[in-house]
């Protein structure tokens, strides 16, 4: 990407990839520091976390999922990967699982830091029946206590009331749990701060997602998106994470403005359904630019929050109500049917060409149904749609040359439609 354009200098370029990498590196050395400082220390998962809750009673928290992909992306998740696989876990595992049970095998190392042993466990999503065998593992693992919140399935279009009560009840119970474990009372003036916090970093980061309707996009809602999510996923809340939305908001405003994007020409516009595959993510963004395609929407940037298509936010009026109603709207607690004209939406509001759906092993909570979706979309709807599988982190399932010569026989029959429209 260039950094002037039409007589201009960018004085904001680069601002949203280095202050993330910043905040990673501080939330790491605030999770090896543990230990030492004796913070308590909770292990949740990103799909409605109730991390706010948690800090308000004093934890640091981190998240499984966040560890894995990172090791994915430093090229060490094959060694972890198969190193739960000697102790007994069958190939078909979560790859996630895996990625997890092999590092603590190894010690906790990982290239990040040395994650510290949870003080608790917390399933806040239960949707997923291997998210709660993944911490009855950890928990006899650690001999750490696990505590499942069951968050109910969003089947009707709006949260019931009755559903809100119910996880409301769940959360005061959870709160006095806490309590009673590290002997910390709940800091009701920080909780609502941070719920305050929160609700700004979600208009700011919708704001910048809803910027990529700009025609050409002026950032990839894919690719460059899984980088710009991390601080509304990991450190939601705090207040540097209100500034770093803030700063990226300038980031994208200023290549609008600068006509600046991911690709020097746009060619097509593509929504992305499912999971990248963090252990190529760049050859496999390589394989889209190489076509100009450009990603202005995403399912996988919404797996933690749809604030975009729901106006739900985090609210200090409404306390537990709202981390409530959120942690039911996150992407993978939705219905198919509601995936399903979630992304029809996101086809038209953002001028999308054809829909790219990667399909990986590991996560049946966002594989179930995209096949369905593909034959909704190309027999219903006449919208080109890829299929493609590979894996979140098991390298084992990328095959390179194959995903290649799918997606440039997509995007070469695009242009060809292209050319024969009227």
């Known amino acids: 990407m260039g950094t002037e354009a039409a007589g201009r200098s960018a004085r904001f370029q680069g601002f949203g990839r280095q202050r993330q990498k910043e905040l990673l590196q501080a939330w790491w050395r605030r999770l ?9 220390v909770a292990y949740l998962f990103i ?8 800090r308000a009673l004093g934890f640091e928290v981190a998240f499984p999922e966040v560890t894995a992909l990172n090791c994915a992306i430093r090229q060490v998740s094959a060694d972890f990967i198969l190193r ?24 906790n190392r990982s290239p990040m830091g040395r994650l510290p042993r949870p003080t608790l466990l917390v399933c806040n999503y239960a949707g997923c029946r291997v998210y709660i065998k993944w911490f009855e593992a950890l928990a006899e693992f650690y001999q750490a206590p696990l505590y499942v919140l069951d968050v109910p399935y969003l089947r009707t279009e709006t949260v019931l009331p ?38 700004q970093a979600e208009d700011l ?30 450190l939601r809340g705090l207040p540097e994470t209100v500034e770093y939305y803030e700063g990226v908001r300038r980031e994208i405003q200023e290549r609008v403005e600068l006509g600046l994007g991911p690709v020097p020409e ?5 929504v992305v359904e499912g999971p990248p595959p963090w252990p190529y993510l760049r ?55 509601h995936r399903r004209r979630l992304l029809l939406d996101y086809h038209r509001r953002f001028q999308a060409d054809g829909f790219v759906i990667h399909s990986v092993k590991s996560c049946k909570s966002f594989a179930a149904g995209e096949a369905d979706f593909r034959e909704v979309f190309v027999r219903e709807c006449d919208i080109p749609t890829l299929f493609i599988e590979s894996d979140l982190v098991d390298p084992r399932y990328f095959q390179k040359a ?19 429209s009227p």
């Not at 090896?32 to 308590?40: I, M, R």
């Not at 769940?170 to 929160?198: M, V, W």
């Not at 746009?266 to 593509?270: G, I």
């Not at 194959?402 to 997606?407: A, S």
């Open 205 to 234: 980061w919708v704001e910048v997602l809803e910027m990529a309707r700009h025609v050409p996009a002026p950032f990839d809602s894919y690719f460059e998106a899984v980088y710009f999510m991390a601080p509304i996923y990991i």
């Open 283 to 337: 050859d496999f963004w390589d394989m889209f630019k190489h076509w100009g395609a450009v990603t202005v929407a995403s399912t996988y940037t919404k797996v933690g929050g749809l604030w975009d298509a729901t106006g739900v936010r985090h609210d200090p009026a409404r306390p537990l109500e709202s981390v409530a109603e959120y942690a039911m709207h996150c992407y993978v607690n939705w219905g198919l049917d």
């Open 266 to 270: 746009e060619r097509f516009r593509v």
């Open 162 to 199: 009755s559903d809100v009560e119910y996880v409301v009840g769940q959360l005061q119970e959870f709160i006095e749990f806490c309590e009673r474990l590290t002997g910390q009372d709940f800091d009701e003036d920080r909780f609502r701060t941070l719920l305050a916090n929160a609700r």
């Open 32 to 40: 090896e520091a543990a230990p030492e400082t004796g913070q308590p």
């Open 47 to 54: 799909s409605g976390a109730v991390e706010e809750v948690l």
């Open 84 to 107: 739960a696989e000697d102790l007994g876990y069958s190939q078909d595992v979560c790859g996630y699982v895996k990625n997890d049970i092999g590092l603590l095998l190894s010690g």
């Open 402 to 420: 194959q995903l290649r010569n799918r997606i440039d026989a997509f995007f070469e029959a695009l242009a060809h439609r292209r050319a024969i």
